[in-house]
């Protein structure tokens, strides 16, 4: 059973910062991408930011040069740095994993919660 557990999230000021982070456990297999997305109140369910097994990176234009996604692949663990955080960063983030060698598998974690407001 793969269980994707996050942790990190919480209520931060304007201008603060946040590290979130989302381990896999269980027979995940071989991982191809790890990422984070966002879904806010009355909005739809955007990515945030991507890291692919071969060390590609992609991020929502909204969170460029303050955001930063990480991942160590021994821990299989992915990262989130959250710094210069706006009001309109407050959303659910879900982390994000897909695997397999010969079937593509996708998995989500629980959820957590991000507030920024003063």
């Known amino acids: 059973q793969v269980q994707l557990v996050e942790s990190g999230g919480g209520l931060v000021q304007p201008g603060g910062s946040l590290r979130l982070s989302c381990g896999a456990s269980?027979?995940?297999?071989?991982?191809?991408?790890m990422g984070w997305y966002r879904q806010a109140p009355g909005k739809q369910r955007e990515l945030v930011a991507l890291t692919t097994s071969a060390g590609r990176t992609r991020y929502a234009d909204s969170v460029k040069g303050r955001f930063t996604i990480s991942r160590d692949n021994t821990k299989k663990t992915v990262y989130l740095q959250m710094d210069s955080l706006k009001p309109e960063d407050t959303a659910v983030y879900y982390c994000n994993v897909e695997s397999g060698e010969y079937y593509t598998y996708v998995y989500w974690g629980q959820g957590t919660q991000v507030t920024v407001s003063s």
């Open positions: 269980g027979s995940i297999g071989s991982i191809s991408a």
